[in-house]
């Protein structure tokens, strides 16, 4: 459809370097789809600060995982502050508030993690004992059961802040997500991504999901072409697995949709903080069975965590 804009279009971020790449991409994606939307003023970018971004010297499980990075953002969908909100997927819980939907999905970025050394080496060049620092959970537990002996410090701070801190020698190594550092135009500076085998990702890393009142039907209208459906059931499957799993911040846990063709294929693991106690599992199926995929990997796991 060709749009024409009654009033301008609120889109709802965070006011990180990473959000404001991420907004801007989607207004320009929906400028893309709408030509009369290049209209000055027709899209406007609202800043909203969150929890997660107002407390910074405490990883996110203590302060209460997920959420942390939506709650304001999406009181304000709600409120009609704002007609649209902007989210990296991998923050998003699994249930929404009442009368929120996020069906809109524009393509992927790369989901891997990538490693920053002080020598610029992979993992297995770092000394026995090297710091590196994370606050992901997910992260800490892979890196310790690939890496017994290394030394995990609490590490927050957008993308410049992790980097000037390694550059400083706080540490000797820290964890990046790729997809962040090339939204940033900052993929220059990866010199060593891990493997999906050594980190499997977080469930929807890389992605963008668009959250939107449930009755409004114009913006519904809009963000349709957006949507890329290899993304949707990717993220569809995975977060069925967390949904299943009753994720949080709080539990180590990693999983990668693929699609070939008509399949899907999930591998997901569980883990404990210390590296130990990981459970793997890998399903294929139909693409149209990506919620029932993820749920029966989730089951899975369960069955595995119990012995």
């Known amino acids: ?34 030509p009369a939307l290049a209209e000055p003023e027709a899209i406007e970018i609202v800043v909203i600060s969150t929890t997660g971004d107002r ?5 996110l499980a203590a302060i209460g995982g997920k ?11 709600s409120d009609g502050g704002i007609d649209l909100a902007v989210h990296s997927m991998k923050d998003v819980p699994t249930v929404l508030p009442d009368g929120l939907v996020i069906d809109c999905f524009p393509p ?25 620092g994370t606050s992901s959970l997910r992260r800490q537990a892979l890196l310790l059961y690939a890496r017994p002996d290394l030394r995990i410090v609490p590490f927050r701070g957008n993308v410049e802040t992790r980097l000037a801190k390694l550059a400083a020698g706080r540490v000797d190594a820290t964890l990046l997500a790729v997809a962040g550092l090339k939204r940033l135009g900052k993929e220059h500076l990866v010199t060593t991504i891990l493997p999906p085998e050594i980190m499997l990702p977080a469930a929807a890393q890389g992605a ?23 993304t ?25 949709a693929t ?8 591998a997901a693991l569980v883990i404990e903080l210390d590296g130990t106690g990981r459970h793997a599992v890998e399903i294929t199926g139909a693409i149209e069975d990506a919620e029932r995929i993820g749920r029966q990997a989730g089951m899975q796991l369960k069955a595995l965590q119990r012995g």
Do not use: Y
Not at 113 to 129: M, V
């Open 108 to 132: 992927r970025e790369d989901p891997r993690d990538a490693l920053f050394s002080a020598s610029g080496g992979g993992l297995e060049s770092l000394a026995p004992g090297a710091v590196v």
């Open 208 to 230: 963008i999901g668009i959250e939107r009142r449930l009755d409004d039907s114009r913006i519904s209208r809009l963000l349709e072409p957006l949507d890329d459906a290899t």
């Open 55 to 59: 407390v910074v010297d405490r990883n």
């Open 259 to 266: 699609i070939g063709g008509a399949s899907l294929r999930l």
């Open 232 to 256: 949707n059931w990717q993220v569809t499957a995975e977060r069925a697995l967390l949904a299943e799993l009753d994720g949080s911040c709080r539990t180590p846990i990693g999983a990668l």
């Open 1 to 34: 459809m060709t749009e024409t804009a009654p009033h301008a279009i609120r889109i709802g971020t965070r006011g990180s370097p990473l959000a404001l790449a991420q907004a801007r991409e989607i207004r320009a994606r929906l400028i893309a789809a709408h």
């Open 67 to 77: 959420g942390l990075f939506t709650k304001e953002i999406e009181q304000a969908l």
